[in-house]
């Protein structure tokens, strides 16, 4: 009778535990699941936030901010040692020279001519990436990780896209496009800095 009830205790703590582990696999927001953790520079990092970036009434991608530990200001995570990731899943097609010139307008917004004079030449370099790229479609992915000791990796679809750029300043000053001063979205940077929840957002 104790060996019943103990094997359904253990069942009922197994089920309960899975289910807890699927309810955090994944954030939905606008129709795209974000994974919770994802694996840069061989560490573990977590979902910091997420949300959609609008332009007037058009929903254009959906940003995740990955961090090793859980910050809610832009000093703290500009000054987080770890590797880093942004994540843009694309909502509709877009013209790479659209979204290159969008980046470009963001840098130049958020950094000073002082900052930006120190990563010209990988701004300029971040630049020949989306003249090559040509075109962005709904459902592909851009990943920009920040990998200490080696420098930022722009990837699309998982395929690298351009050279390592090495300088943790070039990193930080695409992060001000989403989290500076004339951000990209004012609402998605409270929702990548966790400060706000995406609308309709779930977890499975």
């Known amino acids: 009778m104790k060996s019943n009830t103990c094997s359904k205790l253990k069942m009922m703590l197994v089920t309960g535990l899975l289910g807890l582990a699927q309810s ?6 606008a129709g795209v699941k974000l994974d919770d953790t994802v694996r840069v520079a061989n560490a573990d990092i977590k979902l910091n936030g997420a949300g959609v970036r609008t332009k007037a009434i058009f929903k254009v991608y959906v940003a995740g901010l990955y961090l090793a530990e859980k910050k809610t ?5 500009l000054a987080e040692p770890g590797p880093k990731r942004i994540s843009l899943v694309m909502l509709r097609d877009i013209s790479a020279d659209a979204l290159g010139s969008a980046f470009m307008e963001g840098l130049s917004h ?3 001519v002082n900052e930006r004079a120190t990563i010209i030449n990988q701004m300029l370099k971040f630049g020949e990436m989306f003249a090559a790229t040509r075109a962005l479609k709904k459902g592909d992915i851009v990943t920009t990780d920040w990998i200490p000791g080696s420098g930022t990796l722009v990837q699309i679809n998982g395929k690298k896209n351009a050279e390592i750029y090495p300088d943790v300043a070039f990193y930080n000053a695409l992060l001000k496009i989403w ?18 929840l995406p609308a309709k957002a779930s977890k499975d």
């Open 24 to 29: 955090v696999w994944a954030v939905e927001v």
């Open 73 to 77: 200001t832009v000093a703290d995570v």
């Open 110 to 112: 958020n950094n000073t």
């Open 179 to 196: 989290l500076g001063d004339q951000p990209a979205d004012s609402t998605l940077k409270k929702q990548l800095l966790g400060l706000e």
